[in-house]
């Protein structure tokens, strides 16, 4: 049974044989290329299947080391091999720096090159199973693959659900990582666009002017370095969804343009006279109120009140806290897995911790919390001692509160601001106003009661 699949990329005709003989006595399925251009064909056409690429660093048409981006942006998880027949230490650290499994001159023994393989297809091997173990895990973005049963989640569900199968804009409001992604990537799939690309950016990590050649793309020519075409997301996108993460980050140049994109869906690449056509649907996410920012003049008023046409607040963890374990054993079982760790659960004082805690930094903390537990872990379950040390210090649930059933003032008033804060779904303009305070008195009431 083969081993695995090596593309060999040689321009020598005779080294080529030899060494793909000798692999494929080792059982692997060996593909030969005689230069870059064929070589980058092949991937493009098999990238899942190779594990391992062995590349020449003097090709007719390129150079080894120049290439290997190029290698690794078609086949992410293979692993890539320079070879040469005269090494230098210079190419040696650039290709390590780019990427390189490994560096070898031309000669050296059978033994070494299939130890080396070896290595690297294990690699590969390793990669493609946690790839395929996030997959599953961790993106497989539906309805129903969402963790949880707490009433705030349900529901925010229930709104995107209800939404999701329309071609209505989308605005996704919720705190960093509350995992507003998640639910764009379920909107998708339960819409008739499932079939077609789902594209996202996140608006804050590009400058304005990257931005927006990221988004409409450009044309050769239209600026020094635009030495080919580029496609932008939008046409990445089309007859699909793009989702635009931190949109509340975009500028102000830019909301104009977007604005008319939603509007036409006509946009201009860079350098293009001739408008594009592009048929997309938009759900965007914001970890800020831009209802208010519209108000005060820092967002577009035409934009906000275009892109939230639909509006679905996604909730806070410490506004689902029935959520915290079904969480916790989720990714518990997947770092586990990723780990080759044998797990069976969390002790009692380990859950205790994580219910007491606060989550400011929502889902995605509790799962960096989770992976460097099971990473720490010695026992057949987590324990305390596996947690950050904020956690020791934090108290442990109502360890400070009232006892219950306490009809203080304060003890009623926290109460009250907890149940306005889950029925809003952990939306504070709306709980203040609902409470019929400041916002800002609202934020110090939350700082003051730990909530």
Not at 249 to 255: A, F, H, N, S, V
Not at 315 to 343: V, W
Request: with cysteine; aromatic share 8%.
């Amino acid at each position: 049974m083969p081993e695995g699949t090596i593309l060999l990329i040689d321009d020598e005709a005779s080294l080529r044989r030899v060494v793909a003989r000798v692999l494929e006595f080792e059982g692997y399925t060996v593909w030969q290329a005689p230069d870059a251009q064929r070589g980058l064909e092949a991937l493009r056409q098999h990238a899942a299947e190779v594990l391992v690429i062995l590349c020449d660093v003097k090709l007719p048409d390129a150079h080894g080391v120049a290439l290997l981006p190029r290698l690794r942006a078609l086949a992410p998880l293979a692993e890539v091999i320079l070879l040469t027949a005269y090494g230098t230490i210079a190419d040696g650290v650039q290709a390590m720096k780019e990427g390189a499994f490994d560096y070898l001159t031309k000669g050296d023994s059978d033994d070494q090159l299939l130890a080396i393989v070896a290595r690297a297809v294990e690699k590969a091997r390793l990669q493609h199973r946690v790839a395929e173990l996030e997959k599953q895990v961790g993106t497989q973005y539906s309805f129903a693959s969402m963790i949880g049963h707490s009433p705030a989640l349900l529901r925010a569900k229930a709104l995107a659900e209800r939404v999701a199968p329309t071609e209505a804009a989308v605005l996704l409001e919720g705190p960093t990582g509350s995992g507003k992604e998640l639910f764009a990537q379920a909107i998708h799939q339960a819409s008739p666009r499932r079939g077609k690309p789902f594209v996202a950016v996140n608006c804050s990590a590009f400058p304005k002017d990257l931005l927006e050649s990221e988004l409409f793309g450009y044309r050769k020519g239209a600026f020094t370095g635009a030495l080919t075409d580029k496609k932008g997301l939008f046409e990445e996108a089309n007859g699909g969804t793009l989702f635009l993460d931190e949109i509340g980050e975009l500028d102000i140049t830019l909301q104009a343009k977007l604005l008319r994109v939603l509007e036409t869906q006509e946009y201009h690449k860079l350098g293009d006279s001739k408008p594009s056509k592009g048929n997309v649907r938009l759900v965007a996410a914001t970890n800020r109120n831009l209802r208010a920012e519209a108000d005060q003049g820092h967002f577009r008023a035409d934009l906000y009140y275009r892109l939230s046409v639909f509006v679905v607040p996604v909730p806070p963890l410490n506004a689902r806290r029935e959520d915290i374990e079904p969480l916790a054993e989720y990714f518990l079982q997947f770092y586990a897995a990723k780990l080759r760790k044998r797990l069976r659960g969390m002790d009692a004082e380990f859950r205790q911790l994580l219910r007491a805690y606060d989550w400011r930094g929502n889902v995605r903390e509790l799962k960096n919390v989770l992976e460097r537990a099971v990473i720490l872990a010695d026992e057949e379950r987590l324990t305390a001692d596996t947690l950050p040390p904020e956690f020791q210090a934090f108290p442990t649930p109502h360890a400070g509160d009232e006892p219950t059933g306490s009809r203080t003032l304060r003890a009623l008033e926290k109460r009250q601001i907890q149940l306005v804060l889950q029925e809003v779904a952990g939306n504070k303009m709306e709980a203040a106003r609902q409470l019929g305070i400041g916002v800002k008195t609202l934020y110090r009431k939350i700082e003051e009661y730990g909530l």
